[in-house]
Structures are given as C-alpha cells and as structure tokens.
C-alpha cells in the first residue's frame, strides 16, 4: 500500500517517532574491543547508575551497581560516547574533596580513568559534568566502571551518593 503524501510536502511520510530510548542491558564480562568511535549514526541516551558512602582519603576506589555488594565494570554492548556525569547525595558535601571519574579499557586490568572527572561541590548535594560527544569514546566491548578519590579533610555526615555516567551508544553496532 502506497505511503499517503503530504499536501505541502509530497515525499513519503517519516516514520513516527517513538519517546524514549529501549533499555540497554550491559554484561559483566570483559570481550574484545572492536572498531573507532562513532560521531554520527543512531545513537540512544543510557544511564549507568553506581552508589557509594565515600569515606576520606580513599585513592580510585571503586564504585557498586545497584544491588551488588562487590565493584563490578560494565562490558559496552556497543560504541560510545560518556556525555555527562552527575551525583545526587543524601547530605550535603561539607569539607575537603572528592572527584568521580569514570574509566575505560579493553579489559578489567587495562582500566584508565577518563581525564576530566566530576568535583562534588561543598555545600552541595548534587551536581552534573557534561561533556562533548566523542571527548571519552569507548569500543564495543570495551569497559566501563567508576572511582571516586577523596582527600584526608573529606566530610559529607556520611551522605550516601547514586553516581550516574551518562552515554550515548550507537545501536547500529550490534
């Protein structure tokens, strides 16, 4: 059956549009990396949510998945790209520092933490470091896990925080 035409418009009609992006499932298993990082093509929105009560002077420890009591990195079903980072706390942060910063590798042993990380403010609860797409590329297969490091003068009342990475991933590259 023929596609009905517009009347100011006479190609074909686009496709609806559908809201929201399909869940993306991530393994906890390391596979080879494959292929550059996209700029263009299908790309869908994903959040990957971690939690953690940050302790003072702690060095790139790891972050848990929810429902996990051990640190597990994610495995990218597909390319990427992380476009932001944010944090929402259960208490504000009141002294000292302390930095999440996402890492990306080919392996669970070749993990390397992304160059820009995301400060939590003093005085805050939450907060969000966006970056340009395509700044911290990943491959499929390639994964992905968070850190935080904080300083001896770290306080925050014991204030549990839900860190989320935020990627764009191409879903062309089954």
Known sequence: ??????????GPRPSPITIGAPEVQ???????AAGPVPTTGTTSLQALTFYVTPAASQSSTA????GSAAALSLVAPYRGSIVAITHSASANKTAGTCTFTPRLGAGTTSLTKIKEGHAWNNGTANGSTAFSPGTHGFNKGDVLDIV?????????S???VEVTIWVYVDQNDA
Do not use: F, K, W
């Open 26 to 32: 991530y393994a906890e298993t390391a596979v080879p």
């Open 63 to 66: 972050l848990l998945r929810p």
């Open 158 to 160: 014991g204030a549990a």
């Open 1 to 10: 059956m023929p596609q009905p035409r517009h009347p100011i418009n006479p």
């Open 148 to 156: 935080y490091d904080t300083d001896a003068a770290y306080t925050s």
